[in-house]
Structures are given as C-alpha cells and as structure tokens.
C-alpha cells in the first residue's frame, strides 16, 4: 500500500476534526473532536513506522518500532488529558448548568 | 488489487463516514457511538499493518476506557437533541469552509511527494516482544515519568471536582 494513500486519510480525519471543533458548541463534542486529531496523527505515525520497516530499518528493527512508542506515549497523554478535561467540564456544567461553551466568555471580566 | 488494498479502502470509507457523522449528528449520545466506530477503524488498520500491541491498546484504551468516560458524562448531563446548543447557520459555513480549504491545500501537497510503499500484514515491528525491548532499554525513564504524569492527573482530576467548601 502507498504511504500516499495513508497520509490523505490522516488528513481527510485531521480536517474533519478540526471543522468540528469550529461547527460545534457543545464543549464535550469540541473534546471529541482533539480526540479524533489525536487519533489521525496516531494512524500517520504508525503508517510512517511501517514504512520505515520497509525500507531503511531492515537492518535494524528497533529504528521503526521508534514511531509505535511514541504512539503509545500519546496514548498515555491522552487518557490524562481526557479524565483532567472532563473533570473541568464537570464542574463548568456544575456552576453555570450549561456544555455550552459561548457561556465561558465570562472568563474574560 | 489484492485483498489488502480492499480491506483498506473498506476500513478508510467507514472511518470518513463515521467521522463526517460525528460531527453531524446532533444528539451528543449519537455522536460518542460514531466516535467508537472510527476507533474500531482505525484498529482495524493497526491490524491490517500488524501492529498487533497498539491495534489491542487502541480499543482498552480509547473504545473502552476513554469513550466509555465521555458517554458516562454525556448520560451523567442527560444531553440530547434539544439542549443541544448549535451555532448560526452563517458560522457554520465558515468553518466548513476553513476545515475544507486547509484539507484541499493539504492534499494538493502530498500530490508531489514520492511514492513509497508501507509493509503490510507482515513484519516484526509491532508485536509486543520488539516494542517492550524498545520501550523499557531506549524509552524506560519516559516510561516512569508518564506514571508520575497519571498520578497528577488523577490527583488533580479528583481536587477539580470537589466541591469546594
């Protein structure tokens, strides 16, 4: 399969993503939303890994398995990210009974 | 064409239409489902280029733990499709039309790159022996410090939402 292929649908779920955050409102939608990013670039990584296993790495294995560590590692930031955020939109729902996220430019006063 | 290149124009449709619906659908419930469904995609793919390890951890992690959080607190909530906020139609259009355009330029980049080939259903690379060598010789203080990492985000997760005396 050509890396081409992979990097355009890394790219069709970036954009995606990214109108999503700039259509939606709802602020659990907007943290799906990076979730999916997150998950696009995850995909690229792990098409670039096995590419380089392909090509240069023949040699040495551990040089492409590089790519999927780091994978790992986003994986790891991630569920942080996700339990400390959902955490904030918990108390945010909490205080101003809304997900809504036009209500948070109170921020600004 | 063989079996692999089918497989994955199959998995790719489904994962674009899946996403494409996510950001659809109104009701929040309906849209955490879509997400779970490019989530199996995008496993499916790890598999299909024998990435064993993330393709399992891709579904504990992300189908099972993380999206089962996001539905929990959509429920928790009792969103739907009337409390459902939506921008103006006007905005809307703007953003589609941003996302579009960064999507269109970005593709028309990768029409000039050279054609290079990923190794698929075979190779060592992704299976659980080669990356656990790799992750605890080359990556074992990364791997600590992502423990103290979890331990912060639990502590400050659990300080977030007391409620506050």
Known sequence: ?109 | MGITTIVFFILSAIAVMSAIMMVVSKSPVHSVLWLIAVFFTISGHYILMNAQFLAIVNIIVYAGAIMVLFLFVVMLMNLNVESEPMKNYRIQLAGVVAGGSLMLVLLSALMKTDKLMVQLKDGDVGLIRQLGRVLFNDYLIPFELSSVLFLSAMIGAVVISKRDK
């Open chain 1, 1 to 109: 399969m050509d890396i081409r292929a992979y990097i355009g649908l890394a790219i069709m779920l970036f954009s995606i993503g990214i109108i999503g955050v700039l259509i939606r409102r709802n602020a659990i939608i907007l943290f799906m939303c990076i979730e999916l990013m997150l998950n696009s670039v995850n995909l690229l990584l792990v098409a670039f890994s096995k590419m380089h296993a392909n090509g240069v790495a023949h040699a040495n294995p551990s040089l492409a398995s590089d790519a999927q560590v780091f994978v790992f590692f986003i994986m790891v930031v991630a569920a942080a990210e996700v339990s400390v955020g959902l955490a904030i939109i918990v108390m945010m729902y909490r205080n101003i009974h809304s997900v809504d996220i036009n209500f948070l430019n109170r921020l600004k006063n």
